[in-house]
């Protein structure tokens, strides 16, 4: 380092720039990708909008590189952006609005110390970007609602869905392996094992998919009900209802004659108008209906999914084996589902993989340790 300390500040730029560099390549990938998962020309023109916001960026770092001379960086899209992507391809741009608005929430202040990208205005896109997915991810403002409608008619799964799918697996693989241990803890005898785990996956899941139904099915009731009543106010008083609606666009931002304008057009077709109220006044929207049998299936077999993996070993092995095996599989599930959970949270891949793995082997080696103390003093063979 010279004694100005200038080589020493000159390398923090360039780290810097680097890693400005790789998160705006990942946002340009991002919103290309997501622009390619709609067919709504004006979500897609958006979403272009937002790439060609990002395509600036990118080149404000590559510029910024080379005045230092530095070879630019061959960055390519990162892991969890290719899998957001494959995601909204499959499930449409909905599925993961919630997850990309908690990335973005997270970049909202990331430029806020940095004087090149606050004079080419890079904090204010940042930021608006955030608050445009925070809007996607809660169905609120212009444009969220097309959204809603478009991808909820036939690509019903959203970001919650997703996590909640990661969840149950996880749920199934924990537990299961928890009590698989210490039944192995506990019995030498292989069948007890393998009997115990397919017992416990087939009680478990059933458990959660009867949860799920009478849950989804008593939510579906009551927003039922509320839609029912909110059709027969919208039928005896339907001025009453107009002028909650004018308020409501009032409260967004509309001037007072903008909003009785557009409640005027919305009241015009008496379907639209009770679809509209349903949204805007009780916050409901068709994924909000969901069937319960679909439900009930879904967490049965993510339960059954995380839960069979500890149980396959005893299933085709005895013995040291099976044990060591069960333990192997399990590992690797509680890892994968762990790092799974970063498309929402954001943390490192193995940090996340590596703490899920630890809780699980820890929770599996406390119950193998009470089967074991147990099945000595029962003298369970």
Known sequence: ????????????????????????????????????????????????????????????WIEKLRDFD???????????????????????????????????ND????????????????????RSHARLFQMLASDEGPGASSIAALEGRHRNLSGNAIRAAVLGANDGLVSNLSLIMGI??????????????????????????????????????AHERQISIEADELKEFPEEEREELTLIYQSKGFSREEAEAAAGRIFKDPELALETLTREELHLSPIDS??????????????????????????????????????????????????????????????????????GLVAAGVTYSIGFALGAWLDIG
């Open 184 to 221: 192995a803890g506990a019995s030498s005898n292989s069948e007890v094992v393998a009997f115990a785990g397919i017992a416990g996956l087939l009680a478990g899941a059933i458990s959660m998919a009867l949860g799920e139904w009478i849950s989804v099915r008593s939510s579906r009731e």
């Open 1 to 60: 380092m010279g004694s100005s300390g200038k080589p020493t500040e000159d390398a923090k730029k360039i780290r810097r720039y680097k890693r400005n560099l790789r998160e705006e390549i990942d946002g340009l990938a991002l919103y290309q990708m997501l622009a390619r998962s709609t067919k709504d020309p004006a979500l897609q023109k958006l979403f272009r909008k937002l790439a060609a916001d990002e395509s600036r960026h990118v080149d404000l």
């Open 107 to 126: 970049a909202f202040d990331m430029y806020d110390d940095q004087p090149e990208a606050i004079s080419e205005g890079l904090r204010e896109d940042e």
């Open 290 to 359: 969901n069937s319960p049998f679909v439900a009930a299936f879904s967490s049965f077999a993510l339960f059954a999914f995380g839960a069979i993996l500890p149980v396959i070993p005893w299933l085709i092995t005895d013995g040291l084996v099976a044990l060591l095996s069960s333990i192997g599989l399990g590992a690797v599930g509680l890892f994968a589902l762990g790092a799974s959970v970063t498309l929402w949270t954001g943390l490192n891949v193995v940090y996340s993989g590596l703490r899920m793995l630890f809780f």
């Open 70 to 104: 530095e070879v630019i960086p061959d960055y390519g899209p990162s892991l969890r952006t290719r899998i957001l992507g494959f995601i909204a391809a499959r499930w449409g741009v909905n599925s993961v609005a919630q997850m990309i608005s908690k990335f973005e």
